[in-house]
């Protein structure tokens, strides 16, 4: 195995890390919101400053390769997407970190009734299922599971287009529930920027594996 090829996989290996770390983070994160455990939610935060120590680290494997090594063709762009990867799961861990932040700020549980109007949990185990999904395209590099994650986010895109809605009609009903619903709709919205960051990351890995770019590609064509 020659030099940059020994460099190649262990930047795909440390990517992979990152990926579980950010896995990690969002399931205790979610355990935590369901839970009101705050104990966790500060685990959640700790978790955040090694996902930007990872960050760094990472950045700089890239750069050095860079530098010492003049990759081409497909080596090339698989350390652009990685720095673009790297940068969009530092972003996830950020949205992770400040919902735990939201459990520690409020001072009693969640009810489960307005848990569940606004669809939190099933926005969780979608965000969890993508991370999973797009781990497994960057390892596998397949391009077809990169693909799936594009229906998945518009779910996510969805729930938060009815949130207000659901949220202002139980408001409604239950008016004692009016902090606790800016906090879901406030969760709402980070959760569906997981899907935007994850997207972006589906996007890199087919721009690796094809040598594609998306952001020129008309969304019928993105999808299949």
Do not use: W
């Not at 489960?112 to 109007?117: D, G, L, S």
């Not at 599971?145 to 229906?151: D, G, L, T």
Request: contains cysteine; charged residues 35%; glycine residues 2%.
């Amino acid at each position: 195995m020659s030099p940059i090829e020994t460099q190649i996989n262990q930047l795909k290996a440390e990517t992979v890390k990152m990926f579980n770390l950010l896995i990690r983070q969002v399931s205790k994160s979610q355990e935590a919101m369901l839970d009101f455990d705050k104990d966790l939610s500060r685990e959640v935060i700790v978790i955040e400053d090694h996902v930007n120590s990872f960050e760094l680290k990472l950045d700089r494997d890239c750069e050095n390769l860079l530098a010492l090594y003049n990759p081409l063709a497909i080596d090339l762009r698989l350390v652009l997407a990685v720095l673009k990867i790297n940068s969009n799961l530092e972003r996830i861990g950020d949205i992770a970190s400040g919902i735990a932040k939201f459990v520690i700020r409020y001072d009693k549980n969640f009810d489960e009734r307005i848990i569940e109007r606004a669809s939190i949990m099933p926005m969780f185990k979608t965000c969890l299922l993508m991370l999973h999904e797009v781990k497994d395209a960057f390892e596998k590099e397949d391009t077809q599971i990169s693909r799936k994650v594009f229906k998945q986010d518009e779910f996510l895109d969805e729930i938060n287009k009815n949130a207000i809605k659901s949220l202002t009609e139980h408001v409604q009903k239950h008016p004692e529930d009016l902090e606790q619903a800016f906090y879901m709709m406030a969760i709402i919205l980070k959760l569906e920027r997981v899907g935007d960051q994850i997207k972006n990351i589906a996007e890199e890995i087919i721009f690796y594996i094809e040598a594609k770019v998306l952001k020129h590609t008309p969304k019928k064509q993105e999808k299949k």
